[in-house]
């Protein structure tokens, strides 16, 4: 997809003198220019986060607090496009932001915070909407897929939920924007209003890039590796990152294989391949030394592996979430923190927004 008018010279974060984010205990953005790039990414707080967003995503965030200017955010706004328990969405944003910490984002290396806590998302979001083509929403799959038959009947948000996003984005000048791969569209679409807002109005937005890796940007549900591993479907498809010991056993002894014996990376068997997957980017191993481990032994072996290093993960998590979990005020304070210290970040791209478009 592209931008319908000519290619200009895109904004570097380099030259950009946009405020940087300041360390974690100053309270206010400073204007000295970007010394590394910005990172910006969120999580859903509906249903439970599972290994699918941690090895797609979150644990790629914890691994390279050092390397960026770090932002994420518990995306709230981006929940209620289906429908919500309202005391549920409040427990669950409280905790997934909890489970975030607990993975290992580390309050002074990084920002996290709430999305509702700064109401420049939904007042960019409205101004983007008003500039994105219908065409280009309804190119977005992930739309299709989960409207299905419903088209008639979701909200219109579920529609221009990507605005939203790309509103998230461009809202604090990010350049990078690490995701898993079911999310490369919605950063295109992204980039692409940064780049058609920038053609129209003079250069507003940086343009930002997703990042994506390798291995590990899709993992598959363990009862139907045909699918992605998704919070919305049923239990047996995924472990949750709050699953106990011997439910991650059960999860892990029912996942789909084949009648096939040998344990070998090989794509074209799905299930096993999605295991296998899991197992390479919990152990740090190679595949060659993963193939080598379990050359002659059978699934149940492999299995009771996997299940012990994914124990093993989880209860380190688990251990922290507990003791965030039960200091709720805490929680709040740094949440708080963050969006205090961002806010002059969004007021200041919001401020630069209105002034080209003519919002006064
Ligand atoms: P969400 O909440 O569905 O997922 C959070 C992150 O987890 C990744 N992910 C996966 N990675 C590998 N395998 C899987 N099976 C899997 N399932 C999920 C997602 O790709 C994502 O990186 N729209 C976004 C949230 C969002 C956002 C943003 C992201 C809102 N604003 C701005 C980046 C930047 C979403 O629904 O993610």
């Given at each position: 997809m592209s931008a319908p008018t000519k290619q200009k010279k895109t904004v570097k974060a380099s030259e950009d003198a946009t405020p940087t984010l300041a360390?974690?205990?100053?309270t206010t953005a400073t204007a000295e220019p970007r010394k590394r790039e910005r990172v910006f990414s969120g999580i859903q707080p509906s249903g439970t986060p599972h290994i699918g967003n941690y090895l797609g995503a979150i644990r790629h965030w914890v691994a390279e607090q050092d390397a960026y200017d770090n932002i994420f955010c518990v995306v709230n706004l981006h929940a209620i496009t289906v429908p919500q328990d309202p005391d549920e969405l409040r427990v669950n944003t409280r905790r997934l932001a909890a489970m975030l910490f607990a993975c290992g984002i580390d309050p002074e290396r990084s920002a996290l915070f709430v999305?509702?806590?700064?109401a420049e998302h939904a007042e960019l979001t409205w101004i983007l909407d008003c500039m994105t083509p219908m065409g280009w929403l309804n190119r977005m799959t992930q739309f299709k897929t989960k409207a299905g038959d419903e088209r008639e009947t979701v909200s219109a948000g579920l529609f221009t939920y990507p605005v939203l996003m790309a509103a998230d984005i461009l809202l604090y000048q990010a350049d990078v924007v690490p995701v898993g791969d079911d999310q490369r569209q919605h950063v295109e679409l992204a980039r692409d209003i940064a780049n058609s807002f920038n053609h129209r109005f003079?250069?507003?937005f940086v343009e930002p890039r997703a990042l994506i890796r390798e291995v590990g940007a899709r993992i598959m549900a363990?009862?139907?590796?045909?699918r992605k591993m998704s919070k919305?479907?049923?239990?047996?498809s995924y472990i949750a990152l709050l699953d106990p010991p011997d439910v991650v056993r059960r999860k892990i002894a029912r996942a789909t294989t084949d009648s096939q014996r040998t344990i070998v990376f090989d794509e074209s068997r799905a299930g096993i391949f999605n295991l296998l997957t899991i197992y390479q980017l919990l152990s740090n191993q190679s595949r060659e030394q993963i193939e080598a481990e379990f050359a002659g032994k059978g699934y149940k072996e492999f299995k009771a592996a996997l299940a012990d290093i994914i124990i093993a993960t989880l209860e380190l998590i688990q251990r922290r979430y507990a003791e965030l979990a039960a200091d709720p005020a805490q929680l709040d304070a740094l949440l708080k923190q963050s969006a205090d210290r961002l806010r002059p970040l969004a007021e200041d791209t919001l401020r630069k927004v209105k002034d080209r478009v003519g919002i006064v």
């Open positions: 360390p974690a205990n100053a999305q509702s806590q700064i003079g250069e507003t363990l009862d139907n590796p045909e919305s479907d049923g239990e047996a």
